[in-house]
């Protein structure tokens, strides 16, 4: 693909044109208006070379965001690697609803079990300065992710390795959220667009896909403060299923929350505030 200028790089790519637009102007170092106010602009030998490479790898499949290595995710540039879940706009709405179950007069304790990139903890401490976050995973190298983005917001944010709950004992917190892995073993999706080049510990969870929720629903209660909350994110088929295991494990105020394709995504309860949380 000889390239010369903005125009024919992008006349020229042979991939989605939206995708050739976020890798140009990755190589370029440049805004979506720069590259309309001036597509005659000359490639540079190096902008060339790497905006080739990166449409040569998005050809055969590769995330957009991988080869950037940053996605937008509530308004804030994070950074992702192939050690992370590359975030997705249906995962605000975790972030919306845990902003929207804080106080508006009070220091709140936020957990974020699996964060992956960090983006949901990050987002939460970002929008939110009474929030006193703190982020697990059992990944070091997702850890990493989430710490450098953590650095470049500008959030102080509590990061441990950490099975689930196992390092976390004793701690007890106002609200819990988490998006963790709910793909069913064996779903065709897995062998498909951007699902092929992503963590398969972050995404699968045993036979259903509700192994991850199961943990988390079950083992929640003695992590809550009386009247705290629990939300997770799920698949767009586990609504009902994820309600039942949250009823089962006595929570309160039990309800799943829709995305704007109006899918519910987002499940979540109150663990109940007489509850022995010894």
């Known amino acids: ?13 042979g991939i989605d044109p939206a995708d050739a637009r976020v890798l ?9 208006a720069h590259l309309a106010a001036h597509p005659e602009q000359a490639l540079t030998d190096l902008e060339s070379e790497r905006y080739r490479a990166w449409v040569e790898r998005r050809r055969a499949g590769t995330p957009v965001a991988y080869l950037t290595g940053e996605r937008e995710f509530y308004s804030l540039a994070i950074k992702v690697t192939p050690a992370v879940l590359i975030p997705r706009p249906e995962t605000e709405l975790l972030v919306e609803a845990a902003l929207g179950s804080i106080a508006a007069d009070a220091p709140v304790r936020v957990l974020d079990l699996a964060t992956g990139s960090g983006c949901v903890a990050v987002a939460i401490s970002h929008h939110c300065a009474r929030a006193r976050v703190t982020a697990t995973d059992i990944s070091r190298d997702a850890l990493a992710v989430a710490r450098s983005n953590a ?15 196992a390092a976390l004992s004793g701690r007890r917190f106002d609200i819990i959220v988490s998006n963790p892995p709910y793909v069913a073993e064996g779903d065709p999706h897995l062998d498909g667009g951007d699902l092929r080049f992503e963590p398969r510990n972050a995404l699968v969870a045993g036979p259903d896909g509700l192994a991850c929720i199961g943990t988390i629903v079950a083992r929640a209660d003695v992590h809550l403060v009386p ?52």
Request: charged content about 25%; some cysteine; hydrophobic content about 45%.
């Open 1 to 13: 693909m000889a390239v010369t200028s903005i125009a024919e790089a992008l006349r020229a790519a």
């Open 24 to 32: 140009l102007r990755a190589a370029l170092g440049a805004s979506a």
């Open 151 to 165: 650095e470049a917001h500008g959030v102080d944010i509590e990061f441990i390795e950490s099975d689930w709950f």
């Open 227 to 278: 009247g705290g909350r629990l939300l997770f994110e799920h698949g767009f088929d586990q609504s009902a299923r994820c309600r039942s295991l949250l009823q089962r494990a006595g929570f309160e105020q039990v309800t799943s929350r829709r995305d704007l394709a109006g899918i519910e995504r987002i499940s979540g309860g109150q663990r109940g505030a007489a509850k022995d949380l010894r």
